[in-house]
């Protein structure tokens, strides 16, 4: 029985905006979940209604066996934690923190105990006589988290709390969540458009998109086998490689290839299952024998892209230096290749790519979804 579950889940909001339109997820225990997805996708909304704050319009939430669905916020165990949560301006950073645990009626004793533990985790503890206007974004911003995680609430919701950071403070403080998450296997729900957030902090990532879920993985698995071209193209930064072509069979080969190149990627796919999506029959005037074709989109990460001795030819129209690595463009007779590298290169150089082949994935172009 997973702890946290969603059935068909939806959101229509009195003015005729469908926010979320059926989402399905099951969430176990100690697992720390991603929303991730483009402004307006509905991440929000989700995160809202497991709160309690936002009443679906339907579908069922299951939260430790309860269906919690239409009950207010305060009969569910959970812990908020907004992009911007605001201190109170009058009490110092101690009793900020320990306010959710004086409300509740928490022993001294115990509250101490949860005071320090958190203090430490966050490392605030030379802070706790300050009040919250003699803090840095970054400190605030910590013992924001600190007063959320001084319960251990059933479930964590996060709604982008490291959105208002600088780049260093998010970095600290997204390493700290994961720490805290892998040290005390909280359960959390943290939504982000972050994509390298998602990555870096996810046991699994849900990508959203327009009111639905496209996919739900791994990082690893959302990174190297995206469901559809959504997901192959909004996750990493920048997206795949994505190339407009035809799949070819000659024999028990495959081939990528585009009508008017002559170039021929070969494509390490069981033909077996592929059979049934090569719908277009030619004859092959040179071999006078019948050839299967489909018109694909052929997805390439940057990274497995090289510049080879023979391979694709193509012209570097532009290279973007990164420091410790950097982004080539490449115009080639297929389409256009963004390649990672850590050489620099010439604009109008002229290089030979090679494509990782175990690393080519087929998308169908009609429908966006993955190819077997
Ligand atoms: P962001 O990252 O920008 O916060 P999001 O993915 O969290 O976006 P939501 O805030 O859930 O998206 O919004 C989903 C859709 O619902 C959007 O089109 C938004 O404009 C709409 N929406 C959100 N709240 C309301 C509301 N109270 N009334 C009407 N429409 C709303």
């Not at 569910?76 to 101690?94: E, K, N, S």
């Not at 390493?175 to 943290?190: D, E, G, K, N, P």
């Not at 497995?304 to 030819?313: C, K, L, Q, V, Y």
Request: charged fraction near 20%.
């Amino acid at each position: 029985m997973p702890f946290l579950e969603l059935q068909n889940l939806q959101k229509t909001y009195p003015d005729g905006t469908r926010a979320v339109r059926g989402i399905d997820l099951q969430v176990d225990k100690g697992e720390f979940i991603v929303l991730l997805g483009p402004s307006g996708c509905g991440k929000t909304t989700t995160l809202r209604m497991i709160a309690g704050l936002e009443d679906p319009t339907g579908g069922q939430i299951t939260l430790d066996n309860q269906n919690v669905t239409h009950l207010p916020p305060s009969q569910r165990d959970i812990g908020f934690v907004f992009q911007f949560y605001a201190l109170y301006p009058h009490m110092t950073v101690q009793k900020n923190i320990a306010f959710p645990l004086e409300n509740i009626g928490t022993s001294p004793a115990d509250i101490e105990a949860a005071l320090n533990r958190v203090a430490r985790a966050l490392g605030v503890e030379a802070l706790l006589d300050q009040y919250p206007r003699q803090l840095s974004g970054g400190d605030q911003q910590r013992v924001s988290l600190a007063r959320a995680m001084v319960r251990t609430p059933d479930i964590y919701l996060m709604d982008e709390p490291l959105g208002t950071l600088d780049a260093e403070h998010r970095l600290e403080l997204r390493a700290f969540i994961r720490r805290q998450q892998l040290s005390l296997s909280i359960t959390a729900i943290y939504v982000t458009h972050d994509q390298e957030e998602a990555m870096s902090l996810a046991d699994r990532i849900v990508v959203m998109d327009g009111g639905k879920i496209r996919q739900i993985g791994s990082p690893s698995e959302i990174y190297n086998h995206p469901a559809d071209l959504f997901v192959a193209n909004f996750v990493g930064s920048p997206g795949m490689n994505l190339l407009n072509g035809q799949l070819v069979q000659h024999g028990d080969s495959l081939t990528f290839t585009r009508p008017d190149s002559d170039i021929h990627i070969p494509i390490h796919a069981n033909i077996a299952p592929m059979r049934s999506v090569l719908t277009q029959r030619h004859e092959d005037t040179k071999t006078q024998s019948s050839m299967a074709s489909k018109q694909v989109v052929l997805g390439m990460r940057p990274e497995f892209i090289r510049p080879a001795n023979r391979g694709i030819p193509g012209d570097v129209i532009l290279s973007e230096y990164q420091g410790s690595h950097g982004y080539v463009h490449i115009d080639t007779p297929i389409g256009e290749l963004v390649m990672r590298s850590t050489d620099r290169f010439a604009i109008g150089e002229k290089i030979h790519l090679h494509l990782n082949e175990t690393h080519i994935r087929l998308f169908d172009p009609d429908t966006g979804t993955a190819l077997a």
